[in-house]
């Protein structure tokens, strides 16, 4: 558990990419009229989630407002209030809502995280941000020994997580994304696309409650 405080700590003291910075810091001043009476955390936001976990969920990065707001991955955004409730109506959390670190949140045998630790304009990282915190993914992948599911929401997510296993394992796996794929990977690991559960996808209908569940459920049997 040391090992992963510790990382916390790494990743919230990180400053590798100055574009993220400065976008975080300007994030802050200009604030979402309907928070504005709060204090943002603006910083790299850490994974979330216990040591012990058999499953990680990997998202892209903390929303401008969700997580660069409470300092928690998928929390306070609608994308987080989706997923957190399809995670407690399939059994992994205590509770359907995650608005606020501070919330009582608690999640069963799920560690969740991003591939990126900050804010990127307009959501799109660019190549040299996504090796900077690669090895921040690296190190939680090595401290957390027991995964055996990684679950990624979003091409951009399920994109860098296979090119990570694909150079640590000299693999070959196709960057052929499609919901609810499965690739066994090296260490008995096995990655599962997903598409990201943001309120675009959601409206266009890509993905839903029902889809999400089916998906956890399946999850879960693996597990």
Known sequence: MKELIRLEEQIIKCKRCPRLINFSKKIIKVKRKKNSHEEYWGKPVPGFGFINSKLMILGLAPAA???????????????????????????????????????GLKLKNIYLTNIL?????????????LENCSLYFEKEIKILKNIKIILTLGKLSFDNCIKYFNKKYNLKIKKNFKHGQLFKIADNKI????????PRNVNRELINEKIMLKLLKKINKLI
């Open 191 to 198: 990655i599962i696309s997903s598409y990201h559960p943001s």
């Open 117 to 129: 630790k900050c804010v990127p304009p307009n959501d799109k990282p660019e190549k040299k941000e």
């Open 65 to 103: 407002h969700g997580g660069t707001r409470t300092g928690r991955a998928f929390t306070g955004d609608k994308s987080g209030d989706f997923l957190i409730n399809c995670l407690y109506k399939a059994g992994f959390a205590n509770q359907p809502k995650s608005y606020a670190i501070n919330d």
